[in-house]
């Protein structure tokens, strides 16, 4: 029998870390709720058609595709072949594969919304809190099975939506005790690039190589959008746009002296202005332990195919670490699925990493660790009766408790309380029995103490 593994880029979660990730998770969950947003959940599988396009060719193929059921059936064996060799040619074949796993909660949430738009009272405020799968490349911070949370507003266009997203990002993070940069962009200004360096058609190679600039460097960048096509002229053009440095507002009047021209680019900046000047207000009154910083960033891409307006990414300072937080406005999202003009925007927390972020700077909080607060020990049949009655009081209480078992010695009784950091033992012993009283002993002081009564704990 093979010794027993796990599939490459997946995990288990033990009782301590579920207990982490379910800290990050209602932190999450709870601004959502002060904001207004509802719950929402979609199948872990969709039908391929709903996914496939959507993420730009680089996204397409991270998407796990699950095979038809009943390949092996003889009858199917000829068409299994036939799709088979479809697939090595680049191409999706129905008698092979119909469904595939969710690659994010976007597109889930825009099918949803094109199926039951007539029902929704729209704007529609949803938050979305599964795990999702990408075929990527495991390494650190980066998985092939993680989760996501995302809050996203469909029917309306008000920029006020942005200003209260990036507030999410703010008071998330400053309530986890994470200092992070909001990084702020503008599809439109992106557009306006690539209009600038020759026509529309090129938005999506620009975004895609300007996407990987923080992995491969601005030189690799260079190299690709020559590969993809652009004159050198071109390229200068947007070596020029990726080296805009300064304040938020020497970067924007950059910006506006190269593209100015461009009505596009015009549009995007005066949004950027907007959401940064009430975002960065609304960032100061937020108090935690973590600081944000609102920064405008014009090498920011996000390089799929939805995006039409601003665009986010959080960082975490100090931890080299990928993205923590992404999204942005995608104006026609719901139109790839027949229903027009409803614009969304969203937003996305990358949970994976935002755990590892707080392992690695120290700041989950220590009580997090504690299942069991209290343990009666077991010292004997009538003893144990006793304790098991007096565990349903304090369960009753709210109290988190547990008996041992067995009558076993107490030094495995002990070990078994240090395993699981259990602060409090009970002891129900022959004298307590006889004095109706009952003994509590601090596990990590080691003070001890006889209470009369079960709510005095």
Same mark, same amino acid.
């Given at each position: 029998?093979?010794?027993?593994?796990?599939?490459?880029?997946?995990?288990?979660?033990?009782?301590?870390?579920?207990?982490?990730?379910?800290?990050?998770?209602?932190?999450?969950?709870?601004?959502?709720?002060?904001?207004?947003?509802?719950?929402?959940?979609?199948?872990?599988?969709?039908?391929?058609?709903?996914?496939?396009?959507?993420?730009?060719?680089?996204?397409?193929?991270?998407?796990?595709?699950?095979?038809?059921?009943?390949?092996?059936?003889?009858?199917?064996?000829?068409?299994?072949?036939?799709?088979?060799?479809?697939?090595?040619?680049?191409?999706?074949?129905?008698?092979?594969?119909?469904?595939?796993?969710?690659?994010?909660?976007?597109?889930?949430?825009?099918?949803?919304?094109?199926?039951?738009?007539?029902?929704?009272?729209?704007?529609?405020?949803?938050?979305?809190?599964?795990?999702?799968?990408?075929?990527?490349?495991?390494?650190?911070?980066?998985?092939?099975?993680?989760?996501?949370?995302?809050?996203?507003?469909?029917?309306?266009?008000?920029?006020?939506?942005?200003?209260?997203?990036?507030?999410?990002?703010?008071?998330?993070?400053?309530?986890?005790?994470?200092?992070?940069?909001?990084?702020?962009?503008?599809?439109?200004?992106?557009?306006?690039?690539?209009?600038?360096?020759?026509?529309?058609?090129?938005?999506?190679?620009?975004?895609?190589?300007?996407?990987?600039?923080?992995?491969?460097?601005?030189?690799?960048?260079?190299?690709?959008?020559?590969?993809?096509?652009?004159?050198?002229?071109?390229?200068?053009?947007?070596?020029?746009?990726?080296?805009?440095?300064?304040?938020?507002?020497?970067?924007?009047?950059?910006? @506006?002296? %190269?593209?100015?021209?461009? =009505? #596009?680019?015009?549009? &995007?900046? !005066?949004?950027?202005? +907007?959401? /940064?000047?009430? $975002?960065?207000?609304?960032?100061?009154?937020?108090?935690?332990?973590?600081?944000?910083?609102?920064?405008?960033?014009?090498?920011?891409?996000?390089?799929?195919?939805?995006?039409?307006?601003?665009?986010?990414?959080?960082?975490?300072?100090?931890?080299?670490?990928?993205?923590?937080?992404?999204?942005?406005?995608?104006?026609?999202?719901?139109?790839?699925?027949?229903?027009?003009?409803?614009?969304?925007?969203?937003?996305?927390?990358?949970?994976?990493?935002?755990?590892?972020?707080? @392992?690695? %700077?120290?700041?989950?909080? =220590? #009580?997090?660790?504690? &299942?069991? !607060?209290?343990?009666? +020990?077991? /010292?004997?049949? $009538?003893?144990?009766?006793?304790?098991?009655?007096?565990?349903?009081?304090?369960?009753?209480?709210?109290?988190?408790?547990?008996?041992?078992?067995?009558?076993?010695?107490?030094?495995?009784?002990?070990?078994?309380?240090?395993?699981?950091?259990?602060?409090?033992?009970?002891?129900?012993?022959?004298?307590?029995?006889?004095?109706?009283?009952?003994?509590?002993?601090?596990?990590?002081?080691?003070?001890?103490?006889?209470?009369?009564?079960?709510?005095?704990?």
């Amino acid at each position: 029998m093979s010794k027993p593994s796990l599939p490459s880029g997946t995990r288990d979660f033990g009782p301590d870390t579920v207990r982490k990730r379910s800290y990050i998770l209602n932190t999450i969950k709870g601004v959502f709720e002060i904001y207004g947003f509802q719950p929402l959940e979609t199948p872990a599988m969709e039908n391929l058609d709903t996914l496939m396009g959507k993420y730009g060719d680089e996204g397409d193929k991270l998407i796990f595709k699950i095979l038809n059921n009943g390949l092996n059936d003889p009858k199917n064996i000829d068409k299994a072949r036939a799709a088979f060799e479809q697939v090595i040619a680049g191409k999706n074949d129905k008698n092979l594969t119909e469904r595939a796993l969710r690659y994010d909660l976007t597109i889930p949430f825009a099918r949803y919304v094109a199926m039951n738009h007539g029902q929704l009272a729209l704007p529609f405020r949803r938050y979305q809190v599964q795990p999702v799968w990408r075929a990527d490349r495991p390494q650190k911070g980066r998985y092939r099975e993680f989760y996501q949370c995302d809050a996203d507003v469909v029917g309306s266009k008000s920029l006020y939506n942005e200003v209260e997203l990036a507030a999410i990002y703010t008071e998330v993070f400053q309530r986890l005790g994470i200092s992070v940069e909001i990084r702020l962009n503008n599809r439109k200004i992106l557009a306006a690039l690539a209009e600038h360096c020759g026509g529309a058609e090129k938005m999506m190679d620009i975004t895609i190589a300007i996407d990987k600039l923080d992995k491969i460097g601005m030189e690799k960048v260079k190299e690709e959008l020559l590969e993809r096509s652009l004159s050198a002229d071109q390229v200068n053009s947007i070596e020029a746009y990726l080296k805009i440095e300064g304040s938020n507002e020497e970067k924007l009047a950059a910006v @506006e002296q %190269l593209l100015g021209h461009i =009505e #596009t680019a015009r549009q &995007g900046l !005066e949004e950027l202005r +907007f959401v /940064l000047e009430l $975002a960065t207000a609304t960032a100061s009154s937020v108090k935690g332990k973590g600081k944000a910083e609102l920064v405008c960033d014009f090498t920011l891409a996000r390089g799929l195919n939805y995006y039409t307006g601003i665009i986010f990414e959080v960082r975490a300072i100090g931890v080299k670490m990928g993205s923590i937080g992404g999204g942005g406005r995608y104006d026609d999202l719901t139109g790839l699925f027949g229903v027009p003009d409803l614009p969304g925007v969203g937003i996305s927390f990358g949970v994976d990493r935002i755990y590892d972020v707080l @392992e690695e %700077l120290g700041l989950f909080p =220590e #009580t997090i660790a504690v &299942g069991t !607060e209290y343990i009666f +020990f077991n /010292l004997g049949e $009538a003893e144990s009766r006793r304790a098991f009655q007096l565990m349903q009081e304090l369960r009753a209480l709210g109290k988190r408790c547990e008996l041992y078992p067995e009558a076993v010695k107490l030094p495995k009784q002990f070990k078994y309380a240090d395993q699981k950091k259990i602060p409090h033992a009970i002891f129900i012993g022959s004298n307590e029995l006889a004095s109706g009283n009952l003994t509590i002993k601090n596990l990590l002081t080691g003070e001890q103490r006889e209470l009369t009564d079960i709510r005095e704990v």
